[in-house]
Every structure is written in C-alpha cells, then in structure tokens.
C-alpha cells in the first residue's frame, strides 16, 4: 500500500504541480490584459473629474463580481493608499431589501436598473461587472444608464458579449476560466483606483487655488 507520505513526497514535476495551469492562464491572460491599462487610466481621470465635483460612482455586479464591485466602493469611500478625503461609491446590489423587493416585484432582470433609475443623476457613472458579460440584470441596468445620459463603464470576460456592446466603454478579460476573469478584475479595481488618487491629488491645490482666489481666504 502506498503511504500518503510517500506520495506527497514525489516531484510531479513543473508543468504537474498543483496550481500551474491556473498560474500558467493567469500570466498568458494577464500579458493580453496589461496592453489595455491606458483604459484605466482614462476612468481613474474621468471619474476623479466626475466625483470631485459632486458625482457618484454606481457600481453592480453578481456573485463573486458583486464582491469585486463592493470592494471598489471601499477603496473609494474609504482610502486606496494613502489618507484623502471620501468620495461617493454605491454598490446597488449591497442594498438587500432592495434587491429583493425588485426581484419579488419586478423579476430579477430589473433589480438593478430600478435602482439605476431611482439614483442616477447627471454626474454619475455606472460601472459593471461581469465574467461572462451576459448577465441580464447588468445589461438592462447599462440601457438604463444610457438612457439617463451617464456613462456605463464595464469589466467582462471575453468579448464578444452583451454587456460590452451595451456599455460606452469596456475592459474584456481574454480568458475563458471565470477565475482568472475576476483576479484581473481585482487588478483592473487597484488600477483604477491608482489612476483616481494620482487623479485627485493633482485636482485638489487647483480647486484650493480656486477656492482661495474666490473667496479671499486660504481653502
């Protein structure tokens, strides 16, 4: 009888090893994926312009993609990296008696394009996430947005998809494993939130300058 020692033990080699197929797609996708982080960048800006004057960031998603979203508006609300003031992000499938009178009332599909309706100002963005972009909640919400005239940013899997066709922008994942999908979606957050405060730090001694020149007093 072989002992479990024995066969922890054994070398099953590089390309056997636990883990490195997963390891081997996540650097194969994440090399695709680096040639888009101008995208990034451009939303950390917009939205940096956007939230500084009183805009919101709504953000949604399913799932693991719901956690990915709500992990965004913490960076936000809260701090990335270092200390700044706290802008407005809202994580609309966090509210639960919401989503679920929606979903009970209305059905799944408008759970989140209700909200959109309900909160949506000029100012705002609307940003979603989704592994395989199909997600009919999501779209619908994106149509909703559009219709409302605020931007819909969206992170997906692979294009082709609905949701990238029904957003103004998207980041597609090149990769068909879900898990891989959502490591990149963490990565495209710290990005953008990177982009954000670099954003922010160089608009605030501009609006201070400002501030200072209106009202004769140091902001």
């Keep these: 009888m072989t002992s479990l020692s024995s066969l922890s033990s054994r070398d099953p080699g590089p390309g056997h090893r636990p883990g490195a197929a997963h390891c081997a797609e996540l650097g194969r996708a994440l090399r695709h994926f680096s040639a888009r982080t101008d995208l990034l960048h451009s939303w950390g800006t917009t939205l940096a312009e956007r939230l500084t004057a009183g805009g919101r960031l709504l953000v949604a998603g399913n799932g693991g993609s719901a956690a990915q979203a709500q992990h965004l508006t913490a960076e ?21 008696s919401s989503t679920t009178a929606i979903a009970n009332d209305y059905g799944v599909q408008a759970v989140f394009a209700r909200q959109v309706r309900a909160h949506g100002r000029p100012g705002d963005v609307l940003m979603l996430l989704s592994t395989s972009g199909a997600s009919a909640n999501l779209v619908s919400a994106a149509e909703e947005a559009r219709a409302l005239d605020l931007p819909v940013w969206s992170l997906t899997g692979p294009a082709p998809n609905p949701l990238a066709s029904a957003s103004d922008e998207a980041l597609c994942v090149e990769t068909p494993v879900s898990a891989t999908v959502q490591e990149l979606h963490l990565v495209a957050v710290h990005l953008l939130c990177e982009s954000f405060d670099t954003a922010v730090a160089a608009h ?3 609006v201070a300058a400002e501030l200072t020149e209106t009202t004769g007093e140091p902001a």
């Design 76 to 96: 936000l609300v809260g701090r990335y990296r270092d200390d700044r003031p706290a802008y407005s992000a809202l994580a609309l499938h966090a509210d639960t």
């Design 204 to 206: 605030r001694p501009a």
